[in-house]
Structure formats: structure tokens, C-alpha cells
Antibody, heavy 118, light 112 residues
């Protein structure tokens, strides 16, 4: 059983927006820091964003600052990534992951593909 | 940003033989809290990444003991004592000491 399930990916035009969701089960979401990591087709992993368990702190890679927003709803055991002003270089599989200890991501979802193209 | 450099990028290995991957960071990954935030992940073909080792040398539950991690400061190593067929995939090191977190380029392990 996979404790994290991403959804919301798809095809979007440059400049468009998309909201990814990550449904969590199997661990205490409300006490877990969470990250988003992406992987462009045929490329390596890139960490995107991190959010504290109560949503009070957020961290981003520079390339998405001001365009992406990580958020969570602990009442729904859900993590989100709001992506605005999308660019072709944002095309990737996006994974959500539990991050218990500064990058030591122990649970990963199966990923959701975002394609930015006209 | 902290640059994390892995070598080699391609690693052909004969079954049963050892393998070693180097990971170097452009800044020390040691924190004043006494921890060193360097982690290793495995990504098998068509699968999501999986954590193997966290904070340099702590092997995850279910990870075979043929995997081991070592190092300090800016230089780290992942070793596989005897490669098995199920080890095929890409291995990434990642630093969580400095913002933003950064991954190495990945090392593709294949069976020779």
C-alpha cells in the first residue's frame, strides 16, 4: 500500500496554472514535514519545496519562487502544490514525499506528470 | 547553491562484484547539531525513488546489509559489497544541510 498518492497532473499551456494534490495515509500527516520533488523526462531529481508540519514554514528552490506555492490541509491529510506561470522547463513528474529529517525523504508517491506545452 | 557531484555517472558491474559511488559537495554538510545531512536514494527503472541511507550511514529498514554509506564533511561514499540483479537503477545522493536541498546528477548502475 502506497501511503502517498499524487493527482492533478496534465497538459497545460505555457503561462498556465495547475494544482497538484497528494493524499496521505498510513502515517501521521499532521506531524510530518513534506516535500515536493520533480524529475524532468530522462533527467535527475530536483527538490522543489518543503513545508513544515503545521504549514508555518515553507522553502523553495529559486527557480519556482514566486510561481509555486506549497500548502497543506491537515484536516484532509492532503498536501498541495499550486503552480502558476508555468514554463516548458517545469515539465516533469512531480513526487510528494514525507521529509522527516532535512531531505531524508522516506515515503514517496508514485508521481504525477505535468507537461507544459502549446 | 551547494553543488553535489557524483562519480562515476555510469557504473557497469559484474554480478557478485563490489561497487562504489562517490559523492562530493561544494560545502561541508556537517551541522552544528552534530548531524551530517547527506542521504542516498535508489531509483529502479520505472519506479519512484526509495531512500536507502540517511545521514551518511544509517541504512533504512528492509535495505540489504550489502549497502553501506560512509564519509564526512564534503566527501561521501555508497558501497555495495556484492551487486545483485535487483540493484540495477540510478543512485542519487542528496544534501539537506543547505537551502535549497540539492541532488547529485545520479549514477546509473548496470550489470556488465
Amino acid at each position: 500500500e502506497v501511503p502517498l498518492v499524487e493527482s492533478g497532473g496534465g497538459l497545460v499551456q505555457p503561462g498556465g496554472s495547475l494544482r497538484l494534490s497528494c493524499a496521505v495515509s498510513g502515517f501521521t500527516f499532521s506531524s510530518s514535514w513534506m516535500s515536493w520533488v520533480r524529475q524532468a523526462p530522462g533527467r535527475g531529481l530536483e527538490w522543489v519545496a518543503l513545508i513544515k508540519y503545521d504549514g508555518s514554514q515553507e522553502y523553495y528552490v529559486d527557480s519556482v519562487k514566486g510561481r509555486f506555492t506549497i500548502s497543506r490541509d491537515n484536516t484532509k491529510n492532503s498536501l498541495y502544490l499550486q503552480m502558476n506561470s508555468l514554463r516548458a522547463e517545469d515539465t516533469a513528474v512531480y513526487y510528494c514525499a514525507r521529509d522527516p529529517d532535512w531531505g531524508a525523504m522516506d515515503y514517496w508517491g508514485q508521481g504525477t506528470l505535468v507537461t507544459v506545452s502549446s | 547553491d551547494v553543488v553535489v557531484t557524483q562519480s562515476p555517472l555510469s557504473l557497469p558491474v559484474t554480478l557478485g562484484q563490489p561497487a562504489s559511488i562517490s559523492c562530493r559537495s561544494s560545502q561541508s554538510l556537517e551541522h552544528s547539531d552534530g548531524n551530517t545531512y547527506l542521504h542516498w536514494f535508489q531509483q529502479r527503472p520505472g519506479q519512484s525513488p526509495r531512500r536507502l541511507i540517511y545521514k551518511v550511514s544509517n541504512r533504512d529498514s528492509g535495505v540489504p546489509d550489502r549497502f553501506s554509506g560512509s564519509g564526512s564533511g564534503t566527501e561521501f561514499t555508497l558501497k555495495i559489497s556484492r551487486v545483485e540483479a535487483e540493484d540495477v537503477g540510478v543512485y542519487y545522493c542528496m544534501q539537506g544541510r543547505h537551502w535549497p536541498f540539492t541532488f547529485g546528477q545520479g549514477t546509473k548502475l548496470e550489470i556488465k
